[in-house]
């Protein structure tokens, strides 16, 4: 494999996030510019789409506990271990996670902070954060994005048990009555069973409250007026390590099903981990980006992260609006040919390195040719970048320079000879 030289000043041997200090070794892929995101926190700013977009749900679910502040350095046990996931899971890699060193990382999702919550006791909470995962470059890609995590908690003794039940008729009436039409699938089957502790009962009613819980928020958030075209919602059959049975739900949207989160019956071992082992619950995690774009019309993932006056300008708090785009600026494609000496690369790598390069400039990354020499075995690639401001028109010079940057850094970090 190429060899991926560490990213962090080379002369140090430590770096500095939000404050602490952490020892670099040879798992760190943490980049300046995603240190620099870690401070923002967008998901708690009121007049941000995100900020008003995390009001909106909260209120949704109002007697659930709200946590918006944890930190996101955690450990892969958090993050992996505590939930099940298996050793050789693809995501513990680092090509797809980030890693301060071989003992810490920034989350890649929202249900690393499943079972330190779930040991507080609280039966019912929601908690959202900034997660971070190492990926591809283009309008819906950021290697920084946001989830709520929602979870809530049932006992198993008849009295919870009939509370739940009254719950779920209470939840049906109201759905029944509204302007929404849902694609379900059964709470369990064969291939999304119920887990071997549980009573089945008990797991298709904790499914049902799953359903109909997410099934009204999501009315909230997307059901317009009565005579508008009812909501479309498609319950699907999905697999995550941490839960079973376990569904994806999509919205059908301007001609489109959209993924909106994943969720499930929660597994045995997190309650058991989080030391609440006799208790049923489910979990859901959703992108708040996602959802966002789609409710405020933002056409690119990057805008959430301006700071831009047109752009923070337009919203304010516990408003939905739609965004209104100011002009376009162009767009400035760049070809970037070079030898990799081993014929491997990561395109995950790549993507990191003209971000740090490019920050925001970067709009979208392609491969547009590879080569494999059948003798030698060296690759050849080519990329396209292609850079736009989405703030103002970016100068030939400027992008020249950060071209001659994204070259240097190719030739420095992939040891790749450029053609
Ligand atoms: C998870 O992250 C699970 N932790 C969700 C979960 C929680 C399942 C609790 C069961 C119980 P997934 O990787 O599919 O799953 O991401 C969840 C949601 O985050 C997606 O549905 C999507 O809305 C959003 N999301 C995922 N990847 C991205 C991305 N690259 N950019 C923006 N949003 C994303
Ligand atoms: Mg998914």
């Not at 999905?238 to 909106?260: D, H, M, N, R």
Request: hydrophobic share 35%.
């Amino acid at each position: 494999a190429a060899r991926i030289r560490n990213l962090s000043r080379a002369s140090s041997t430590e770096i500095s996030i939000l404050g602490q200090k952490y020892e670099v070794d040879g798992t760190t892929n943490i980049t300046q510019s995603i240190i620099a995101k870690l401070p923002l926190r967008l998901h708690n700013q009121p007049a941000h789409p995100l900020g008003i977009l995390r009001s909106k749900i909260e209120s949704h679910f109002h007697d659930f506990v709200h946590l918006s502040s944890v930190h996101p350095v955690v450990t892969p046990a958090q993050n992996f271990d505590s939930l099940g996931f298996p050793a050789n899971h693809p995501g513990r890699s680092v090509t797809d996670s980030y890693y301060v060193n071989k003992d810490y990382m920034l989350r890649t999702h929202t249900s690393a902070h499943e079972v330190e919550t779930f040991a507080t006791g609280q039966p019912k909470w929601l908690l959202t954060a900034d997660v971070y995962r190492r990926d591809e470059i283009d309008s819906s890609h950021y290697p920084v994005f946001h989830q709520m995590e929602g979870a809530c908690v049932f006992k198993t003794d008849q009295v919870a048990i009939e509370e739940m039940k009254t719950d779920n008729a209470r939840l049906s009436r109201y759905l029944g009555q509204s302007n929404i039409v849902i694609e379900d699938i059964p709470h369990i089957s064969l291939t999304n069973p119920a887990q071997p502790t549980h009573d089945p009962a008990h797991s298709e009613l904790v499914a049902l409250n799953l359903k109909l819980s997410i099934n009204s928020l999501l009315l909230k958030l997307f059901g317009g007026g009565a005579r508008d075209a009812p909501l479309q919602v498609r319950w699907i059959e999905a697999y995550f390590p941490f839960t079973s049975p376990s569904f994806e739900v999509e919205i059908f949207y301007q001609g489109k099903w959209l993924e909106i989160l994943g969720c499930g019956v929660v597994q045995q071992l997190t309650f058991d981990n989080a030391g609440i082992p006799n208790n049923i619950g489910w979990a859901f995690g959703l992108g708040l980006e996602r959802i966002a774009m789609i409710l405020f019309g933002i056409p690119d993932i990057r805008l959430f992260w301006s700071t831009d006056p047109r752009f923070l300008s337009q919203f304010s708090e516990n408003k939905i609006t739609t965004f209104k785009p100011y002009s376009k600026y162009p767009a400035c494609f760049k070809d970037v040919s070079f030898w990799i000496p081993e014929a491997r690369l990561h395109e995950n790598d790549f993507c990191d390195l003209v971000r740090d390069a490019a920050g925001d400039l970067a709009e979208d990354v392609k491969m547009i040719d590879s080569f494999t020499h059948p003798k030698t075995n060296s690759k050849s690639v080519c990329y396209r970048i292609n850079y736009r401001s989405m703030d103002r028109s970016l100068s030939n010079e400027e992008v020249n320079n950060i071209q001659a940057k994204v070259v240097e850094q190719i030739k420095d970090k992939f040891g790749a000879e450029i053609r």
